[in-house]
């Protein structure tokens, strides 16, 4: 699944990622293409990780209210994850084409 990480979610995301031990690729775009996100990120689609994608992504939500997560089904409907379980996230991750993580204040350091 690939993830756009915009606004200020490259580093907050990425180490809830790594926290939980979730492997990820960082995706470059070609020379001379644009790309609107600052990062784009691909993590496996498997059901091993399913339980800790999901984990992350409800936690990393639930940490900061100015954060969103947005997913793009394979049918193109968009589902935004706010007031998701983790176990209904995990049913959703089967079905998600790529998807969105936004934070829209800086890291609280």
Do not use: C, N
């Not at 993590?43 to 992504?57: C, D, E, K, M």
């Not at 589902?79 to 204040?105: N, R």
Request: aromatic share 4%; hydrophobic share 50%.
């Amino acid at each position: 699944m690939r993830i756009a990480l915009f606004k200020d979610s490259d580093e907050s995301f990425t180490r809830a990622l790594d926290d939980a031990g979730v492997p990820y690729a960082e995706l470059k775009a070609p020379p001379g293409q644009v790309m609107a996100a600052g990062t784009m990120i691909a993590v496996a689609q498997t059901a091993a990780v399913a339980g800790p994608v999901a984990a992350v992504l409800v936690a990393w939500l639930k940490a900061r209210a100015s954060r969103k997560v947005i997913l793009t089904l394979l049918d193109k409907r968009i589902v935004h994850l706010e007031g998701y379980s983790v176990d209904q996230v995990k049913e959703l991750l089967p079905l998600v084409d790529h998807g969105t993580a936004i934070d829209t204040q800086p890291p609280a350091d």
